[in-house]
Nanobody, 124 residues
């Protein structure tokens, strides 16, 4: 499975962005999909994940109520809608996929496939 993330950019605090991740390859629609993020000097951290149907979701406490993960299996695309952005949301955002992981898995090591990352910068 190959993953291509896009949609990052520079936005002011309080603004919104929508990230997209297009998957290709072997049956990506059956995979758990997730978004992680990594700020400079920090470890990669979990943001959100959802199961293959998109009906079951898990969001990190730090983004709950502001970010929403979703997917469109017809387009092999997963999205991360980010609202009410804060300066602390500044990071490189990575999409990830795995055929057997649980959508509750917040461990980056539990995902087999990764996109290249897209930079999100939130200014004050």
């Amino acid at each position: 499975v190959q993953l291509q993330a896009s949609g990052g950019g520079l936005v002011q605090a309080g603004g919104s962005l929508r990230l997209s991740c297009v998957a290709s390859g072997r049956t990506p629609s059956t995979h758990v999909m997730a978004w992680f993020r990594q700020a400079p000097g920090k470890e990669r951290e979990f943001a959100a994940a959802l199961n293959f149907s998109g009906m079951r979701k898990n969001h990190a406490d730090s983004v709950k109520g502001r970010f929403t993960i979703s997917r469109d299996n017809a387009k092999n695309t997963v999205y991360l809608q980010m609202n009410s952005l804060k300066t602390e949301d500044t990071a490189v955002y990575y999409c990830a996929a795995d055929p057997t992981s649980s959508f509750y898995n917040k461990n980056a090591g539990g995902y087999s496939y990764w996109g290249q990352g897209t930079q999100v910068t939130v200014s004050s």
